[in-house]
C-alpha cells in the first residue's frame, strides 16, 4: 500500500532564515506530487505540483521553491523566510484523480 | 473542477441524526471526479468519498452517501448516524487537469 510521509511536523523558524520540507511516497511509482498551505481556519492553496522528476509548475508567485530531485521525492524551499509564510503545508500524491495527502508540517515563523 | 463553492461555513448536528453538507461546483470539462475530504482536528486530509461525473448512481461509503445532481452542478455530502468522531471540516473537491479546486469548508460540529 502507499504512504506518504512529511518531515519534520513542527517546525518555528526566525524571519529571513531558510526552509527545507520534505516529502516522500511509497508503494508507487511516477506519482503526480503536490504542496498545498493552508492558513488556519482556510481552505487549501496549491504552490507546486510535479509530475515527473524536474518537473516543477508554481500555481502563484511567492518566497517559496520547490524541487523534486527523485521520483518519489518533492521538497518545499525558501531562502529566506517571511511571517506571512506561517501555515500548515500539506503533501499529496495522486495516481489518477484523487489525492491523498500526507499528515502535514505546521510553521510558525516568528 | 475550476470553482468549487461550499456556502455553509459552520454546521451542527446532533449524535445519531442525518446531515447534509452542501456543495455546488462549475467546470468546463465533460468528464470530472468530484471528492469530499474531511480534516479532523489532527489536520489530516482524509478522502471520504469520490464521485465519478459520467456516473449516475450516487456513491456510498457506509454512513457516508453523496447527491450527484449534474445538471444542477451540485454535489451535496450525507452523513447518516453522525458520530462523535464525524466532528471535523469537511471540503468538497473537484478534480480537473493534474489539479483539485476545493471549496472553503464546512466546519461540522456532532453534539453529544
Known amino acids: 500500500s502507499q504512504t506518504i510521509h512529511q518531515w519534520p511536523a513542527t517546525l518555528v523558524q526566525p524571519v529571513g532564515s531558510p526552509l527545507s520540507l520534505e516529502c516522500t511516497v511509497e508503494?508507487?511509482?511516477?506519482?503526480?506530487l503536490y504542496w498545498y498551505r493552508q492558513a488556519a481556519g482556510r481552505g487549501l492553496q496549491l504552490l507546486f505540483y510535479?509530475?515527473?522528476?524536474?518537473?516543477i509548475s508554481s500555481e502563484v508567485p511567492q518566497n517559496l521553491s520547490a524541487s523534486r530531485p527523485q521520483d518519489r521525492q518533492f521538497i518545499l524551499s525558501s531562502k529566506k523566510l517571511l511571517l506571512s509564510d506561517s501555515g500548515f503545508y500539506l503533501c499529496?500524491?495522486?495516481?489518477?484523480?484523487?489525492?491523498?495527502f500526507g499528515p502535514g508540517t505546521r510553521l510558525t515563523v516568528l | 473542477a475550476q470553482t468549487v463553492t461550499q456556502s455553509q461555513p459552520e454546521m451542527s448536528v446532533q449524535e445519531a441524526e442525518t446531515v447534509t453538507l452542501s456543495c455546488t461546483y462549475d467546470?468546463?470539462?465533460?468528464?470530472?471526479?468530484l471528492f469530499w475530504y474531511k480534516q479532523p482536528p489532527s489536520r489530516q486530509m482524509i478522502l471520504v468519498i469520490r464521485?465519478?461525473?459520467?456516473?449516475?448512481q450516487n456513491a456510498t461509503e457506509n454512513r457516508f452517501s453523496v447527491n450527484f445532481q449534474k445538471a444542477a452542478k451540485s454535489f451535496s455530502l450525507k452523513i447518516s448516524d453522525s458520530q462523535l468522531g464525524d466532528t471535523a471540516m469537511y471540503f468538497c473537491?473537484?478534480?480537473?487537469?493534474?489539479?483539485?479546486?476545493f471549496g472553503k469548508g464546512t466546519k461540522l460540529s456532532v453534539i453529544p
Open positions: 510535479s509530475v515527473g522528476i524536474g518537473q
Open positions: 464521485q465519478e461525473a459520467y456516473k449516475q
Open positions: 508503494g508507487t511509482s511516477n506519482p503526480n
Open positions: 467546470t468546463s470539462e465533460s468528464n470530472y471526479y
Open positions: 473537491a473537484g478534480a480537473g487537469s493534474y489539479q483539485l479546486t
Open positions: 499529496a500524491w495522486s495516481g489518477l484523480n484523487e489525492q491523498f
